[in-house]
């Protein structure tokens, strides 16, 4: 992953490629980060409007705090997202966009969280989360899975379509 665009929660450019402690923002630029062929965790993100993360090919990414997705997300293959905190890919009446590919994302907030899917596709979505989470905005899963004792809250005028898959006891 190039370190050229990361930058930190404040505007600081980290110079590097990002750690599990740091909350990392994507603002557009010419040249847009990608993530290390490795997985990556992250405290928080924000990808702001007009601008680009892309996943290196199996790289899986884990946001531990808060998701802000107002550009893009790319996977390029089979890659897997797990957001452990609220997510949010709707800024005001513009919506972020997640490219799925064949790759999946995994709700794993221990937390109440509340989830605006902004109208994004996904490929899969499995919820394995130890505590309620809230949906607030439109999606599509091809595969929706959930787990056992998951409590998944749709809120009032949300539509969603998928296929969904109880996941083995």
């Known amino acids: 992953g190039n370190a050229a665009n990361w930058e930190l929660e404040g505007g600081a450019a980290a110079g590097?490629?990002?750690?599990?402690?740091?909350?990392?923002?994507?603002?557009?630029?010419?040249?847009?980060?990608?993530?290390?062929?490795?997985?990556?965790?992250?405290?928080?993100?924000?990808?702001?409007?007009?601008?680009?993360?892309?996943?290196?090919?199996?790289?899986?990414?884990?946001?531990?705090?808060?998701?802000?997705i107002y550009g893009t997300l790319a996977a390029v293959d089979a890659e897997t997202v797990t957001f452990a905190g609220d997510v949010d890919f709707r800024n005001g009446s513009t919506c972020g966009t997640f490219v799925p590919r064949n790759g999946g994302v995994v709700i794993a907030n221990a937390s109440p969280a509340?989830?605006?899917?902004?109208?994004?596709?996904?490929?899969?979505?499995?919820?394995?989360?130890?505590?309620?989470?809230?949906?607030?905005?439109?999606?599509?899963?091809?595969t929706l899975n959930l787990n056992a004792g998951v409590e998944v809250l749709f809120a009032q005028d949300v539509e969603a379509a998928a296929t969904v898959m109880p996941s083995a006891r």
Not at 29 to 49: C, I, K, M, R
Not at 55 to 63: F, N, R
């Open 16 to 68: 590097r490629t990002p750690v599990k402690t740091d909350s990392v923002v994507i603002n557009a630029a010419a040249n847009q980060p990608s993530l290390p062929q490795t997985d990556t965790t992250l405290s928080n993100l924000t990808v702001s409007a007009d601008a680009t993360l892309t996943m290196a090919e199996g790289s899986d990414l884990t946001v531990n705090g808060s998701a802000s």
């Open 114 to 142: 509340t989830l605006d899917f902004g109208g994004n596709t996904f490929s899969t979505l499995t919820f394995g989360n130890a505590a309620a989470a809230t949906i607030t905005g439109n999606f599509t899963a091809t």
